[in-house]
């Protein structure tokens, strides 16, 4: 899928996240903040000007976030995000408060609006896990510009092809058919068996 598909699940269907940011002493705050609206490039939120996560944002210019679906843990799903945020300002506030109408009830008039502010999440990096899929589904991806980075489990041209690898990944994806062997990297939960048992440290992590 495409950035802008993640966007939507973000917004539409997992809509609240718990994000992060950083305050002066270095040390990670976390909030619960609805993900209201998304384009192409990025997702929208709101927040007030008198609160600190405001001011972390402006400091430091960055969140993560992760928003999770699902009745328990083998059904679900989850979705993060971390990147550079900027302030889009007021103006998009009437267009947040029609797609999110419950919004009208915590700030129901024009003056208690005042304060609100709207913040754009448009460049970074993304991850989608999806632990209801049999072998698990996972997918990385970036926008705004920024650069895929190569992450996880990889098997190089020192593999012997014993197969040692193979018997203890959990959810069976690596490919043995071949040397060196291969890691389906969509199903891998990254757990670092495969590492720990190669006789040839021919698995590295990236």
């Not at 619960?32 to 384009?39: S, T």
């Not at 005042?114 to 209801?132: I, K, N, P, Q």
């Not at 489990?153 to 197969?163: P, Q, R, S, V």
Request: charged share 25%; glycine share 10%; net charge negative.
């Amino acid at each position: 899928m495409k950035a802008g598909e993640y966007f939507r699940i973000l917004a539409e269907e997992l809509h609240t996240a718990v994000v992060a940011t950083v305050d002066d002493e270095g040390l990670p705050v976390t909030a619960a903040i609805d993900m209201m609206d998304y384009d192409e490039g990025g997702v929208y939120f709101l927040t007030a000007k008198g609160k600190r996560f405001y001011e972390r944002l402006t400091k430091r210019g960055y969140l993560a976030l992760t928003a999770v679906k699902g009745a328990d843990t083998m059904t679900s799903a989850a979705l993060s995000l971390r990147g550079r945020v900027k302030e889009a300002g007021a103006a998009l506030l009437p267009r947040l408060f029609r797609k999110n109408p419950y919004m009208a009830q915590i700030y129901p008039t024009e003056q208690s609006r005042a304060a609100l502010t709207v913040f754009r999440l448009y460049e970074g990096e993304g991850e989608w896990f999806d632990l209801s899929k049999k072998p698990i589904e996972r997918a990385s991806f970036s926008f705004g510009g920024e650069p895929v980075r190569e992450e996880g489990y990889f098997i190089t041209d020192a593999c012997i092809g014993c197969g040692s690898c193979g018997e203890v990944c959990p959810q069976s994806c690596i490919e043995l058919g071949s040397t060196p062997a291969r890691i389906e990297q969509e199903h891998c939960l990254r757990c670092g068996n495969c590492l720990s048992v190669c006789p040839a440290e021919a698995v590295v992590r990236r």
